[in-house]
C-alpha cells in the first residue's frame, strides 16, 4: 500500500476475538506530509455480498448441470443465426460436438424447411420475438434427418439491442415416425372397410342372382305347371289351384323384392344412371310418397365396377337419410359427366343438419353414415362435399374419376363438358 500509494478490494478475512472468520473489503490510501505517512482506509463487512456470490454460483452450477444433462438440445444462436452454444445433447441428437457446432448455421436444416426458416427469420428478428413448436427437419453427421421441435426466445442487451435466441429443440423422430406409421395403418383400416363393402356387395350380388336364377325361376316352372294341371283336375280342386297359384305369385314378387334389396340387378345389367333412377322411383316415390326429380345429362359415364359399387352404395345411403332423418317432401337427383368425371348431386328440403358436427361425432345416427361415404370417397379417389343447414335442407355432391380408358378418349378427342372449364 505504502509503494503504491493505495489499495483497491482487498479481500481478506477478520478473525474475531471468538475465533469466526469474517470477510472484508479493504480500500485505502496513502498520505504523505513530508516525512510523516499516514494511511486512510475504509473496511466493509462483505458477508452478506460472500453469501450471494456463492448462492449465485451454487444456482449456476445447478443450472449448467441441468441444461449438460437434458436429453433436449440446448443452444443459443446469434441474430445472425450461427450457434454461440449448444449443450451436450447435439452430438447425441445429430453427431456433433458442441465445439464443432460452435459458429454452424442453418445450413443442415432439410431445404424444404430452410426456406420457410429464411422466410420468417426477418420477422423474428425485426419483432424481438422466438417461436413455439416450430418443427424442422436436421441432417445428421450420418446423413440421416431428424424431426426437432424448436421452441426459441430472445434475449436483449441493456438497450432493448437484440443478441440473439436462447432455444430448446426436441428430438421427435421417433413420434414423428410413429404418427406417420399410425396414419398409414387407418389408411389401411379405410381402405379395408371400403374392401369389405366391395366383397360384402359382390357376395350379396352372387345370393341375388342365386335367388334370380333359381328360386325365383322355379316357383315360376312350378306355377306354370300347376296352371296345365288345371285342365285336368276336377272342377271342385280348382279353386285350390287358383289359390295355390296366387300364392306363388306373391311368393315371386317376395323373392323379386328381396333381390332388389340384396342387390340391384339394374345396376349391373343397365348401369349406375338406371339403377339410380329406380332407386328414387321404388324407393322414395312409391314406398314413401316423396315427390322425386331425376335429371340425366345423357353423356357417357363408362365407370370402373368398384367404382359403380361404391357410388350406388353412398347415394343409397344419402337417400335413405333423406327419408329416416331429413324428413324430406321432396328430393332431386342430378348426374353429370364433368372433365373425365361423374358428378352426382342429391338434394332435399327437409330438416337440414349441422355438417361438421355430424362428421365429428359420427357415432350419432346420420354421422356414422356420412362418415362411411366419405371413406368411399376417399378410397376411390373421389370427393363429398355437403351444404346444409337447419331447417334449410341439404345438398350433396359426389364426384368420381370416369374409367381410364374413357378419360383418355375424351382428351384425345377434346370433348369437355363447358361445366368443367
Known amino acids: 500500500c505504502v509503494e503504491r500509494g493505495f489499495v483497491r478490494d482487498l479481500e481478506v478475512d477478520y478473525l474475531t476475538p471468538a475465533g469466526q472468520r469474517i470477510p472484508v ?8 506530509a513530508g516525512d510523516h505517512i499516514e494511511i486512510l482506509g475504509l473496511t466493509r463487512d462483505i458477508t452478506e455480498r460472500k453469501r450471494a456470490e456463492e448462492a449465485l454460483r451454487e444456482h449456476q452450477q445447478r443450472i449448467s448441470a441441468i441444461v449438460e444433462s437434458s436429453s433436449d438440445w440446448i443452444w443459443t444462436i446469434d441474430p445472425t443465426g450461427r450457434h454461440t452454444y449448444s449443450n451436450h ?10 465445439a464443432e457446432f460452435q459458429g454452424m448455421g442453418l445450413d443442415l436444416v432439410h431445404p424444404d424447411d430452410r426456406r420457410i426458416v429464411d ?3 426477418p420477422v423474428w428478428v425485426e419483432t424481438r420475438q422466438g417461436w413455439r413448436n416450430l418443427v424442422l427437419r436436421w441432417r445428421a453427421r450420418d ?12 434475449f436483449l442487451g441493456p438497450q432493448g439491442t437484440l443478441l440473439g435466441f436462447h432455444g430448446v429443440d426436441r428430438d421427435i423422430t421417433d413420434r414423428k415416425q410413429a404418427e406417420e406409421s399410425l396414419l398409414a395403418h387407418q389408411e389401411r383400416l379405410r381402405s379395408l372397410a371400403s374392401e369389405l363393402s366391395l366383397v360384402e356387395e359382390r357376395e350379396r350380388h352372387r345370393i341375388a342372382m342365386g335367388l334370380h336364377d333359381h328360386a325365383c325361376q322355379t316357383l315360376v316352372l312350378s306355377k306354370m305347371r300347376l296352371e296345365q294341371l288345371q285342365e285336368s283336375l276336377p272342377s271342385g280342386r280348382l279353386n ?16 323379386r323384392e328381396m333381390i332388389f334389396d340384396l342387390s340391384s340387378p339394374t345396376l349391373y345389367k343397365f348401369g349406375l344412371e338406371a339403377a339410380l333412377e329406380e332407386l328414387l322411383e321404388d324407393k322414395l316415390r312409391v314406398e314413401h310418397g316423396i315427390h322425386c ?3 340425366d345429362d345423357g353423356a357417357p359415364k363408362p365407370l370402373a365396377e368398384d367404382v359403380r359399387i361404391l357410388l350406388y352404395q353412398s347415394v343409397r345411403e344419402l337417400l335413405i337419410n333423406a ?8 328430393v332431386t337427383l342430378d348426374i353429370a359427366r364433368c372433365n373425365g368425371s361423374i358428378r352426382i348431386t342429391v338434394a332435399d328440403d327437409g330438416v337440414g343438419f349441422n355438417a ?17 361415404i366419405k371413406e368411399r370417397m376417399d378410397y376411390i379417389g373421389g370427393a363429398l362435399a355437403m351444404e346444409s343447414r337447419s331447417g334449410q335442407g341439404s345438398r350433396f355432391t359426389l364426384i368420381a374419376r370416369l374409367a381410364a380408358t374413357d378419360t383418355a378418349k375424351e382428351t384425345h378427342d377434346g370433348d369437355q363438358d363447358p361445366a368443367g372449364g
Do not use: M
Open 119 to 121: 422466410a420468417q427469420w
Open 89 to 98: 445433447a447435439v452430438e447425441k441428437i445429430l453427431g456433433y460436438s458442441p
Open 293 to 295: 326429380t331425376f335429371r
Open 240 to 255: 285350390e289351384i287358383v289359390d295355390i297359384c296366387a300364392t306363388l305369385d306373391k311368393t315371386v314378387e317376395s323373392v
Open 356 to 372: 361438421e358436427e355430424a362428421l365429428a361425432t359420427p357415432s350419432r345416427r346420420r354421422g356414422f353414415g356420412l362418415f362411411n
Open 323 to 330: 327419408i329416416k332423418h331429413a324428413r324430406a317432401h321432396q
Open 25 to 32: 473489503e479493504i480500500n485505502a490510501a496513502v498520505l504523505r
Open 143 to 154: 446423413g440421416s434427418y431428424r424431426h426437432l421441435e424448436s421452441t426459441a426466445v430472445p
